[in-house]
């Protein structure tokens, strides 16, 4: 991985500091499966949550591959065995699952019970536009002087929805930086994220990709 400068010499970043996504700035992680997108997503996101204390955390999980440690009824997901069937994912301490039912309720009980970590999941992919709703939600219901850090997984997934799954993310990436929001996508290809998004990123992780387009 290294970073470009227009006029500078090629810089190969030596630290998670280095690289590490900070309020108010927009990156993506680009490159096809199994390539350690989600592994440096899990870091990135632990990196900002040690640096960021008070901040809060939402992750979008179209996939899904991430694991809550609670349910918002206070239940741990082992108890309600929500990921009895997984063999993959990584568990997020302190992390809470919603039940989506009704996001901007639920969001506003999970910051309530001092959960700074809320992972939103979907198991089909017509669910999407949920996902999309929350990000907003959290975005309009932040609280002041408190950052907040988003991350997305399988971008494609929104944009591919014909624009009903992107108003959210549109909203955080081109005007987030200015109101302490910060946003991490992945996707294996740039094809089908919206110019307006690539052109607002501040940071870009470029992993192997085999496709011309």
């Known amino acids: 991985m290294s970073t470009v400068q227009p006029g500078a010499p090629l810089h190969r970043p030596s630290s998670m500091e280095e690289i590490g996504l900070n309020v108010g ?96 999941q979907i198991e089909r992919r017509s669910q999407i536009a949920l996902l999309d ?15 907040l850090f988003a991350y997305a997984d399988e971008l494609n997934n929104f944009f591919r929805s014909g624009g009903k799954a992107t108003q959210g993310i549109t909203m955080v990436i081109t005007s987030g930086g200015e109101r302490s929001v910060a946003f991490l996508g992945a996707a294996q290809r740039p094809r089908w994220i919206g110019v307006e998004v690539m052109e607002s990123l501040t940071k870009l992780y470029w992993f192997y990709t085999p496709y011309r387009d």
Request: proline share 5%; net charge positive.
């Open 133 to 147: 709703y929350t990000l907003q939600f959290a975005y309009e219901d932040r609280g002041r002087g408190r950052p």
């Open 25 to 120: 700035e927009r990156g993506i992680l680009l490159g096809q499966t199994r390539v350690g997108k989600s592994t440096l997503a899990e870091q990135l996101i632990e990196r900002w949550r040690v640096k960021y204390e008070k901040s809060r955390t939402l992750i979008l999980d179209s996939k899904p591959r991430f694991r809550a440690e609670f349910e918002l009824d206070g239940r741990t997901t082992k108890m309600s065995r929500r990921y009895a069937k997984w063999d993959w994912g990584e568990t997020i301490p302190g992390s809470v699952v919603l039940p989506l039912k009704n996001p901007r309720s639920e969001l506003k009980l999970a910051w309530g019970l001092r959960f700074n970590c809320v992972i939103a």
